[in-house]
Every structure is written in structure tokens, then in C-alpha cells.
């Protein structure tokens, strides 16, 4: 009897077993041969293969998958535009996975950052292969920097039997992307938030998951949170995908960048990271202290979108959020989005841990990264001259010359873009009715002195590029 107790224990080969527990094994290899140090997990905990590429995970056969970190030096090998870094729970607990060997050094690669290309009629995939081009041709600008690909979510607005066509839309821009869930990803109108990811995770795989390219960690999240009524969610991370961050980021060097994609922002303003208020629930994360705790270790970058705007928030000493605006503009019905940024997308620049970023629109030049208004055409702005520098951030360094003459600091402020108020003021011949334009605080201004002629504008963002931009005003 104690020979055949024995041998029960033996054949559980990670301690505390439970009888919802499934003993899945397997290997990771490549081109044959076993890789040590790879995660595997099933959304809860964590295995890491040995020597020979094998593992042995402790898995709750009430979760979906068992999924890697595919490591840095390796690729997971892409099907119909769905990177397979993950199974289906096996039944027999057997689970392989064969890795791609990266060619040559990959701490030198670039990422194209997109969100809410949100896709509603079959007739906006024309648009869409019009920015699939346009990264396309940005991404074949550089000689010899590999691209990688992030989407933030809302991949399309309702019906995701879109989700193949826009794969091989997406297909265009040469790279793969891996993507995120947003709230228009969800499968609505369930009862709780856990029946809110079925159809994405049919399609994509695992709602969260992480991985590593070059020296840099990638961690990808569902901060969507169904909360059971109808289409309403709220911004907010469950334990459960906090618990296994928290495990996931204790394998990651203290000090380490590392990138968190998700849909809906941290923060948009310093405000909302101040104070809570139960309006914005669904605009912002409403736990996000719990995510920033856990980033403290790390030079961290929060990617996200759902404003369909522009937001870039130093947080704090190593902790950026990006929020990127919509690759579609307002929803496909104009080119600019409700801020006046133009519909485009976010275009990183990795070298070992360092970190560049800049801000493309897809109907316009790399150069094209403000527009001036002045107070004599728009009355809103009387007595001022104004630059919409959308990309930019507080280090950003803005300055104006009227006549010629320098103007001194310009000042940052909130507003509405005139641009945005002219493309949305009449909706009647759109799809959507409910566009309308939003305040943003990408805005700087100077006093106009009477009688100007000519306006320009200096803009230097927090990497030493200028961009200029000049306007003579109708008299």
C-alpha cells in the first residue's frame, strides 16, 4: 500500500496537487533542439524549461491555454496573422512548442504602435489598406531596423467575423503585430466580465500574455472589465491578471524596459490620476495604483488607446504612458481625429534598452507635426497665435516667431482644435452621429501683436528633432 502511495506522489510532479489540477509537459524547441529558460503558463502560474526544453506545469484545467514568453533571439511562428505562441488546454496534458531562431542581433528593431483601427462596415477595409501602406512604406524607410508591430485594441466595433479580414489587411505592412482586446473586442451582453473575451481569444489567443525582443519585455493586458449590463465596462486590471504580472515581472532585471500595451488608458491628465471620479470609469483604469506599484522596478512605457486621441503623460521618473490616437481618425469619417490630430500612428525606435519614439500621420509627411491658427481667422483665439503640436509632450520645446521676431516661452494650454470643429460640426452625412470634437492640451499659444504678417513655429521634442512650420496670416 505505501509502495503504491508512493508512486501516485511521484507521478504528480510538482507539489500541491489539486483535483482540478492537470499535469501538462511538453518541450520548447528550435530546429529541433530543446531551449532552456522559457516561462510557460496557463494564465496563473509558471513553469521554466530545463536544460532540454522541458517543463512540467501545474496547470488548473479550468483555464484555456498554456502559453509562453517567447524569449528574446526567438520567434513564435505566425499563422493567418496570429502570432502561435499558445495551445488550447490539452485534454492529455501533452504541450509543444517550436520557437523560430531571430536572425542576427534583435536589440535593434523598430515597433509601429496602432489603436482602434475599430473597424464597422466591410467598406472601411479600403482605408484601412491605405495605412497598412503607408506603415508599410514607413517601416521600408529604414535600411536595416527590423519592425515589430503593436495593436492597442478595439481591432474592430462589433461583428468579429471581421477579425480575418483585417489580418490579412494588416498582412500589407510587411511586419507582424501582436495585439490586445478593447472594449469593442468584448463579446457583450453576458452575464460577467469572464464571458467577455470569448471571441477574441478564438481568434488571438490568451487575453494577456508577455514577451521579450532584444533587451526590452513586453507585457500585454485586458483592461476591459465587463461589468454584466448591456455594452457597459469599466477601465479596471482583475487580481488575477495582476497576481500573474507580478510573477511574470519577478523574472524581469530590476531596472529593465519594459513596454505594458493594454486598451484603455492608466491616465490621460494629471488629474485623473489625482482623483477618481466614477464618470470617467470607463475612460481611464480606475485601479491603476496597482499597476504602477508593480512598474516601479523597471524604465516602464504604458501603451494604450480607446480616447481615439492623443495623450503623452510622463508620470513619473521612469513610468510614460503613450496614449495613441485612432489609425481610423473619427471612426473612418474624417481624417483627423476629434483633437485635430491627424489619424496615423506611433513609430518606436529601440536600441538596447534605449527608447525614441515619434508620432506618423498616415495622409502626410514625417515633417507634418503641428498646425498654427491665429486669432484673426479664429475668434476663439483672438489675440493669440496657436500651434496644434499634437505629439507633443511637456519637455517638448515650442517656439514662436512673429515678423521674424522671437517671441519668448510659449505657453501650453487646452482647446479645441478648429480643424476638428469644422470636419464634425455637421454629422448629418455620416455614418456616426454621435462625432463630435474634444479638448485636448496640445495646444500652445503666444500673444499676437497687431498688425502681424507672419507666424512661425520651432517645435523640438524631448529627442533633439525640430519640426517647423510657418503661416502668414489674411489680412
Not at 8 to 19: D, I, K, S, T
Not at 200 to 216: L, T
Request: glycine share 8%; with cysteine.
Amino acid at each position: 500500500m505505501k509502495k503504491y502511495l508512493l508512486i501516485l506522489l511521484l507521478a504528480g510532479c510538482c507539489a500541491g496537487v489539486r483535483a482540478a489540477d492537470l499535469q501538462v509537459r511538453g518541450r520548447v524547441s528550435c530546429d529541433g533542439k530543446g531551449v532552456a529558460g522559457v516561462w510557460v503558463s496557463d494564465g496563473e502560474r509558471f513553469a521554466r524549461t530545463d536544460a532540454k526544453g522541458r517543463y512540467c506545469l501545474t496547470a488548473d484545467d479550468a483555464n484555456r491555454f498554456v502559453f509562453i514568453s517567447v524569449p528574446a533571439g526567438y520567434d513564435a511562428p505566425v499563422e493567418e496573422g496570429v502570432v502561435r505562441y499558445f495551445h488550447p488546454m490539452p485534454a492529455d496534458g501533452r504541450c509543444d512548442f517550436a520557437l523560430l531562431r531571430r536572425p542576427g542581433d534583435d536589440s535593434r528593431y523598430g515597433l509601429i504602435v496602432t489603436a482602434d483601427p475599430q473597424i464597422w462596415a466591410r467598406k472601411e477595409f479600403a482605408k484601412l489598406a491605405a495605412a497598412a501602406d503607408d506603415i508599410a512604406a514607413t517601416v521600408g524607410a529604414y535600411d536595416a531596423r527590423p519592425f515589430q508591430g503593436i495593436c492597442c485594441g478595439d481591432i474592430v466595433s462589433h461583428d468579429h467575423t471581421f477579425y480575418d479580414q483585417y489580418n490579412e489587411t494588416m498582412a500589407r505592412t510587411g511586419i507582424v503585430f501582436r495585439h490586445v482586446m478593447g472594449n469593442h473586442d468584448m463579446t457583450l451582453y453576458g452575464r460577467s466580465h469572464e464571458t467577455s473575451y470569448r471571441k477574441y481569444e478564438e481568434k488571438f489567443g490568451p487575453a494577456y500574455y508577455s514577451y521579450d525582443i532584444g533587451r526590452v519585455h513586453y507585457v500585454m493586458l485586458d483592461d476591459n472589465f465587463y461589468i454584466g449590463r448591456d455594452y457597459f465596462y469599466i477601465g479596471y486590471l482583475e487580481e488575477r491578471q495582476l497576481r500573474w504580472l507580478e510573477e511574470d515581472l519577478s523574472h524581469v532585471a530590476p531596472g529593465s524596459t519594459v513596454f505594458v500595451a493594454m486598451h484603455i488608458p492608466s491616465t490621460c491628465e494629471e488629474k485623473d490620476r489625482k482623483q477618481f471620479r466614477y464618470e470617467g470609469a470607463g475612460h481611464t483604469m480606475t485601479n491603476h495604483r496597482g499597476l504602477y506599484e508593480l512598474l516601479k522596478p523597471f524604465d516602464a512605457h504604458i501603451l494604450s488607446g480607446h480616447t481615439h486621441t492623443t495623450y503623452n503623460s510622463p508620470i513619473r521618473e521612469g513610468l510614460y504612458e503613450h496614449v495613441i490616437p485612432s489609425l481610423g481618425g473619427a471612426w473612418w469619417q474624417g481624417t483627423l481625429c476629434t483633437d485635430g490630430t491627424p489619424r496615423g500612428y506611433a513609430v518606436f525606435e529601440i536600441d538596447g534598452q534605449e527608447v525614441r519614439w515619434r508620432y506618423k500621420c498616415t495622409d502626410s509627411p514625417d515633417e507634418h507635426q503641428m498646425v498654427l491658427y491665429n486669432g484673426i481667422e479664429i475668434p476663439a483665439f483672438e489675440g493669440y497665435a496657436v500651434a496644434n503640436i499634437w505629439a507633443s509632450d511637456p519637455a517638448w520645446r515650442v517656439e514662436f516667431a512673429i515678423d521674424g521676431k522671437p517671441c519668448g516661452q510659449a505657453e501650453r494650454f487646452e482647446a479645441y482644435d478648429p480643424a476638428a470643429i469644422a470636419m464634425y460640426s455637421d454629422t448629418s452625412q455620416m455614418d456616426h452621429k454621435w462625432i463630435y470634437p474634444s479638448v485636448s492640451d496640445h495646444y500652445y499659444r503666444v500673444p499676437l501683436p497687431e498688425g502681424a504678417r507672419q507666424v512661425t513655429v520651432t517645435a523640438t521634442d524631448r529627442f533633439g528633432r525640430t519640426y517647423r512650420a510657418e503661416q502668414t496670416i489674411a489680412r
